[in-house]
């Protein structure tokens, strides 16, 4: 529930972005992400969470990595290879941690 929520708070404007990282929001789903490395759901809602994050400007986007954001995707994406949907969110907030900014998954 909490990475979901994140993710929702995410994925407004680049200000809201930054206050959910500021406020602890990349470190807490990826704290998560570690004490429920089994938990798909988590998983998931943790991916889209990043992604949006990552979405940022390049300061809450740099945020999001230093947390170790990129390590725990790449964790979750191993460890449910056959779930499409953990796969696509993970894809993609890679590909926001790299700058490309791929828009914000809706709330």
């Known amino acids: 529930a909490g990475c979901g929520a994140l993710l929702n708070m995410a994925a407004g404007s680049d200000a809201c972005k930054q206050a ?6 990349a470190a807490a789903v990826v704290a998560a992400m570690g004490a429920h490395a089994t938990a798909v759901e988590v ?3 943790g ?3 990043l992604q ?3 979405a940022g400007d390049k300061e ?7 947390v170790g ?5 790449v964790v979750a994406m191993r460890g ?11 894809c993609r907030a890679l ?12 709330a």
Request: glycine fraction near 14%.
């Open 20 to 25: 959910v990282v500021d406020a602890g929001g």
């Open 52 to 54: 949006n994050m990552a």
């Open 43 to 45: 998983q998931r809602a």
């Open 47 to 49: 991916c889209g969470a």
């Open 60 to 66: 809450c986007r740099q945020a999001v990595v230093d």
């Open 69 to 73: 954001a990129a390590a725990a995707v």
């Open 95 to 106: 590909q926001n941690m790299a700058g490309a900014r791929h828009k914000s998954a809706p």
């Open 80 to 90: 449910s290879t056959a779930d499409g949907e953990l796969q696509g969110w993970g």
